[in-house]
């Protein structure tokens, strides 16, 4: 079970949203300190406060697949519960009750919380034009092939690769180090597929939230 916690920001709800640094504990505001610009703070912010209010309550039937949250007064004291993290090799958080398993993305005016029952990513990529090499020196020869069929519609090719693959980057907490070229995805089945070995790596799911955005989750294989 997977669920996504969607904070749409705009300027003039930041100032709000920042008042709510109050509720973090001494150690999350000096993790927010460190983001030199305010649009950073304000969705580093919004994904930490999404996470300690709904992490363990997110199995709620009042929780939709998709939850768009607009207004920071949603945030308040009594829902903020203590979920201790601590981080792995790679700097990806985890639940340290290994309960709750989840990521954050952010782009633009949203952040996505994904919470699940399993180890996941989440990626989201506001559509907007790329350079043309990119895929070719960074993709799969199929990823490429998948992009070049589009016609008209590479651009937006491109960024659905390019989401589920830091999607999937993200699940494994490696980063890009790992390889966009490694791997490949399979839209008729919506897995992750090792290019070499043929091994499924995970399982995908998109997420329709704006028709000017890209997001999807990778979840490991059951």
């Known amino acids: 079970m997977t669920k996504l916690f969607v904070f749409k920001n705009n300027s003039d709800i930041e100032d709000i949203l920042l008042d709510k640094v109050s509720l973090l504990s001494c150690a999350e505001k000096e993790r927010l300190d460190k983001y030199k610009y305010k649009r950073d703070r304000v969705m580093s912010l919004a994904g ?19 939850n768009l949250i607009e207004d ?32 954050i993305s952010h782009s633009k005016e949203y952040c996505v919380l994904a919470l699940s029952d399993t180890e996941i990513g989440v990626d989201i990529q506001e559509i907007k034009e790329i350079r043309a090499d990119i895929a070719k020196r960074f993709f799969e020869k199929r990823d490429n092939d998948y992009i070049e069929a589009a016609g008209a519609d590479k651009t937006l090719r491109f960024i659905e690769v390019w989401c589920i693959k830091e999607s999937y980057a993200k699940l494994t907490g490696k980063g890009i180090s790992e390889g966009f070229s490694k791997f490949y995805e399979n839209f008729e089945k919506m897995e992750i597929v090792d290019a070499s070995t043929n091994e499924v790596k995970a399982e995908l799911e998109k997420y329709e939230i704006d028709p000017l955005y890209c997001c999807y989750c990778a979840r490991k294989t059951r």
């Open 48 to 66: 930490r406060l999404m996470l300690f209010s709904f992490a363990k309550r997110y199995r709620n039937e009042e929780f939709k697949r998709i």
């Open 72 to 103: 920071p007064e949603i945030f308040k004291k009594e829902n903020i519960k203590e979920f201790p993290l601590f981080y792995g090799e790679y700097g990806k958080a985890y639940d340290r009750e290994g309960k709750v398993f989840f990521n």
